[in-house]
Nanobody, 115 residues
Framework: VQLVESGGGLVQPGGSLRLSCAAS????????MSWYRQALGKEREWVAS????????NYADSVKGRFSISRDNAKNTVYLQMNNLKPEDTAKYYC?????????WGQGTQVTVSS
C-alpha cells in the first residue's frame, strides 16, 4: 500500500496550490479519502474528505470556500485545490485512505505560505 503526496511548496499569501495524492496497493475506488494537515508543534487536524464515488465532500470550517477536494478514480488520485492561501495554512499535508475500516497514510507534503 502506498500513498504519495506531491504539489507542496512555498507560496505567497493569496496564492494557490494543488496537492495530489497517488494511491496504489488497495481498492482506491472503494475508499473514502481525506486530507489532514499538521503544523509545527500542533496536532494533526482534518481538512477535507470525499466519499468513494466523489459524491459527497466535507470541509473544516477553516478552509471552507477556499479549498476543494476531488478525485479521479481512473487515476487512483485524490486532489486538494487550495486557493487564497493564508500563513495559517502552513503545515505538512497528508492524505488518508479508509477502505472498509483499514486506514492508510501518506508521508506528507510541506506547504509554506509566506511573503
Amino acid at each position: 500500500v502506498q500513498l504519495v503526496e506531491s504539489g507542496g511548496g512555498l507560496v505567497q499569501p493569496g496564492g494557490s496550490l494543488r496537492l495530489s495524492c497517488a494511491a496504489s496497493g488497495f481498492t482506491f475506488s472503494s475508499s473514502g479519502m481525506s486530507w489532514y494537515r499538521q503544523a509545527l508543534g500542533k496536532e494533526r487536524e482534518w481538512v477535507a474528505s470525499i466519499t468513494s464515488a466523489g459524491g459527497t465532500t466535507n470541509y473544516a470550517d477553516s478552509v471552507k470556500g477556499r479549498f476543494s477536494i476531488s478525485r479521479d478514480n481512473a487515476k487512483n488520485t485524490v486532489y486538494l485545490q487550495m486557493n487564497n492561501l493564508k500563513p495559517e495554512d502552513t503545515a505538512k499535508y497528508y492524505c488518508k485512505g479508509n477502505t472498509y475500516g483499514r486506514i492508510y497514510w501518506g508521508q506528507g507534503t510541506q506547504v509554506t505560505v509566506s511573503s
